[in-house]
């Protein structure tokens, strides 16, 4: 069988773009050489949001789509989607004036339209620190709240995956896309599965590469050498004991004038994130030093009562299409699509427009090809979630084993569960879990042995590098 499309990278843009693919009635091949999500899809900061700071470069058109993209999702995966208040202090002669915010909001509510989340309003500083009593007091001349959405990343990109598995898309995970060689009528890839070594071949009239940072490797195998124009850089997040009660806080470094976040995740609180240009191998990122100090130094600064050590520290790559911007941070997150014959390459774009990314490529593979396909229903159907609390249990377990493709320990202790928040209960679970998976995948002691092994070492590695921060 020659499939319609081929998509290599179980990202989150890879898996929208099968899911629409195949709810068209498309017939879809999905490679991914890890699990789904274990890219930068599971290492972001978690957040479905228009971008309020790519107003000040001027990407009007971004930030629209993004506010209209976060009201599809909160609706249709409000499991793992769901509304979250900021706040932004405003301290005197730091950052952005309340005025120039005040403004900015203005701007994001009119272009969220008559959505509840674009309500917004001014607070003084009695008000703010009445919220968020962390609040450093000194110089504090009042707080701007405005709503945005807070997401499950990792989670939620499963979900995709799996909408499109059962939508008749064939998604095939720990599944590397070995050779491309494309012909006057089919593309012929040549895969091997990671763990067992498995070989094939298969098909398909189109390949989307959606493989994030990999991509160029991707266009190397299809024999294409010019470079696409790919911009790598790094994102590095700290997780720590709570610092704010149920609010987010929208903040301004002061070494650089960067906007970062302190984000509420129940007992813990998500930092981050940096952007910094990053040319090391993608399966080898991770955050610095420099990374951690900067995070927990600028944090403080707004937060003073921050004196815990991380209990997680991660980063992920962006793949961003390269502008003009000398700074990382003010590069476009604009997305780009380049046609190379019958391959279209994704540069750039935010995980919140993942939907209508994937509406534009799909719309762009069927004029390519021809093929007879149905419209386009990913802005009305729902994706189906599953209740998840702070631990996980047996029959989390199983369900993920059975339903959502987990094949190592690392695959549900960091992306089908919240244990990614606290090292010490990934620790604590790695055992009890390990034992649940080993007679559902046929593990042997030997093999689970290995699993946790690599799960610990792991942890000891991020916690070696957050020890050397302090």
């Known amino acids: 069988m020659v499939h319609d499309l081929l998509v290599i ?42 971008g309020i700071r790519y107003l000040e470069t001027g990407q009007i058109r971004l930030v629209r789509e993004a506010l209209h993209e976060r009201a599809l999702l909160l609706q249709l995966a409000p499991e793992y989607v769901r509304p979250l208040p900021f706040l932004i202090p405003h301290f005197a002669g ?41 609040l450093r007091p000194e110089r504090l001349q009042g707080a701007s709240l405005y709503w945005d959405a807070q997401m499950d990343d990792a989670l939620l990109c499963v979900a995709i995956a799996m909408a ?18 494309p012909s006057s009528t089919a593309w012929a890839v040549r895969w091997r599965d990671v763990d067992t070594g498995e070989e094939g071949t298969a098909q398909a009239a189109a390949v989307v590469n959606a493989a994030g940072p990999w991509a160029e490797d991707i266009r190397a195998r299809a024999g294409i050498t010019r470079r696409a124009g790919l911009r790598r850089t790094r994102g590095s997040h700290v997780v720590l004991p709570s610092l704010t009660k149920e609010r987010a806080l929208l903040l301004t470094a002061r070494r650089d004038g960067r906007v970062f976040f302190v984000l509420p995740w129940g007992r ?9 240009d990053d040319r090391t191998a993608p399966e080898s990122i991770g955050p610095t030093r420099e990374d951690i100090r900067y995070l927990l130094e600028e944090a403080a600064r707004a937060v003073p009562g921050l004196n815990g050590t991380p209990v997680r520290a991660f980063a992920g790559l962006r793949s961003l299409a390269q502008g003009s911007a000398i700074m990382p941070w003010a590069n476009s997150r604009e997305h780009r699509i380049l046609r190379e014959g019958s391959m279209l390459t994704l540069l750039g774009g935010k995980y919140t427009t993942h939907r209508s990314l994937a509406e534009r490529v799909v719309d762009q593979v069927v004029r390519m090809t021809g093929v ?39 695959d549900v202790l960091q992306r089908r569960s919240r244990l990614w928040l606290d090292a010490e209960a990934m620790r604590n ?35 070696a590098i957050v020890e050397a921060a302090r």
């Open 9 to 50: 990278g179980g990202g989150i843009q890879g898996v929208a773009v099968a899911r629409d693919a195949a709810l068209r009635g498309l017939r879809v091949l999905l490679l991914e050489r890890g699990d789904f999500a274990s890219g930068t899809s599971s290492r972001s900061s978690k957040l479905i949001h228009g």
């Open 94 to 134: 730091e950052g952005r004036s309340a005025f120039t915010v005040g403004v900015g909001l203005k701007l994001y509510a009119m272009l969220a339209g008559g959505h509840p989340l674009a309500a917004h309003r001014s607070l003084t500083a009695q008000e703010a620190l009445s919220l968020e009593p962390s």
């Open 164 to 181: 499109a598995d059962r939508a008749g898309a064939l998604m095939k995970s720990y599944t590397e896309a070995v050779s491309l060689t």
């Open 268 to 276: 813990f609180s998500l930092v981050g994130t940096t952007d910094v």
């Open 372 to 410: 007879k396909a149905g419209r386009c229903i990913t802005k009305e159907t729902p994706i189906e979630g599953r209740k998840l609390g702070e631990g996980v249990t047996e029959m989390d377990v199983a369900s993920a084993v059975r339903n959502e493709r987990a094949r190592h320990l690392e």
């Open 429 to 463: 679970a790695a055992d009890p879990v390990s034992r649940w998976m080993a007679p559902r995948l046929g593990w042997s002691d030997e093999v689970r042995a290995r699993e946790v092994k690599r799960v610990l070492e792991a942890l000891l590695r991020e916690k």
